[in-house]
């Protein structure tokens, strides 16, 4: 009152109570007329239970609506971090299911759904062989079953055979889901796709084979070089000797060129196992074809394959590997081969000449086989990829030779047709321009 200058004469203070607990004081100061009394003090006890009653119900709300916002965070982050599953979920390539002890799909990523067409809700609640087997019973080895009963993850490989006929390699693996108690209460089944990577393998197995081949192969070229060389040499000096009216003389004139055929053939394959080193010289690009058809002729002709050879005598020197080159002749040979396959009127034709603009030769292998199809011709120098059946290509053949044409600084390209055919189409430029 010294402070304020205000005079207190009489005071009534009642608490606040809610739930028996004391929140605050109400307090009267200074009654008008008199000093307080009972009633006031009943009316003011009658006012406080009402005033607690608002506070305590104001403070409730207030925490409530904390509580709500708080939910509403946290919803919010449930909702993102449900996203961002959804999205690592989605953009996992490997098909990936989540299976219920039936065997029924309760969650199906996109690239197990779009493998077969559906939308990922589509998918849930058929059964888990039906989205990946393409099946309508469970498979034999099935790793969700097994997961479901040992509790421990699983994996299998299978084989499967694609819509367009194409076989396909799948590894599959199984995790289970357990709940509070313990048990498995679903599994996640995710399916990879190993055709590729066992394509790669096989490749991989098959380069050494081609390897030590080629290595024996040029052992076995050197030894044979040298009783070559006897019979050719021995030949030539008998044909010296002998009248050209004597009998015999055809006979050992057989014997020359024989020798002399043989002796190119080792020669080509010695020339074909020195792959690594390119030796660029002036080369004509007919001898290159001549030597590769020498090495291959036989197969041809064994196929029934019948071949034109167009090859200008015009045609400029190139400067070239003709190691790498023939390489080159040999695999588009084979291809050629491979593709015509069993047709009895099988023909190969192989052209040379000189480019308009008179800085390139272009070198033409066409073949009358079925063709190559359209979806096909843009990957078909991709390496390891193959049109043929299993077990007859590595993919590597039009990879290796477009690599080597690069390396000469030429271009090499491909048309084709169903049912017409294919041309490899080869530019070499006179001058070495090195990729």
Known sequence: DAVTGFTTRSILAVPLKSRDKSIGVVELINKMEGGFVDTDLRLLNSVSNLVAGAIENA????????????????????????NTLRTLFDGIEDRICIVDPDLRVLAVNRSAAADRELEPRSGVGKFCYEIIDYADTPCAQCPVKETLETGKP??????????????QELEIRTYPLENPDGGVES????????????????TIVQSVKLSAVGELAAGVAHEINNPLTAVYGNAQMLLRTMDSSDSRYEMVQLIERAGLRASKVVRNLLDFSRQEDYQFEPIDINLT??????????????????????????????????????TVWTNLLLNARDAIGEKKDGHIQITTRLNADGKSV???????????????????????????????????????????????????????QIGQGVTFIVNLPLELKQA
């Open 154 to 167: 699983a994996w299998v490989t299978q084989s499967r055979t694609m819509k367009n006929g194409e076989l």
């Open 362 to 416: 272009q070198v033409l292998f066409t073949d009358n086989g079925p063709g190559i199809a359209e979806k096909h011709l843009s990957r078909i120098f991709d390496p390891f990829f193959t049109t043929k059946p299993q077990g007859r290509g590595t993919g590597l053949g039009l990879y290796v030779s477009q690599m080597i044409i690069a390396h000469h600084g030429g271009t090499m390209q491909v048309q084709s």
């Open 187 to 202: 599994v996640i089944e995710i399916v990879q796709d190993v055709t590729e990577k066992r394509k790669m393998e096989s």
């Open 59 to 82: 403070r409730l709300f207030g925490e409530l609506n904390k509580a709500y916002q708080e939910m509403g965070r946290t919803q919010a982050l449930i909702l993102e971090s449900r």
């Open 289 to 326: 074809i001549e030597d590769s058809l020498s090495l291959i002729i036989h197969q041809l002709q064994r196929s029934g394959i019948a071949f034109t050879k167009n090859l200008r005598v015009d045609v400029p020197l190139v400067q070239a590997s003709p190691s790498h080159l023939q």
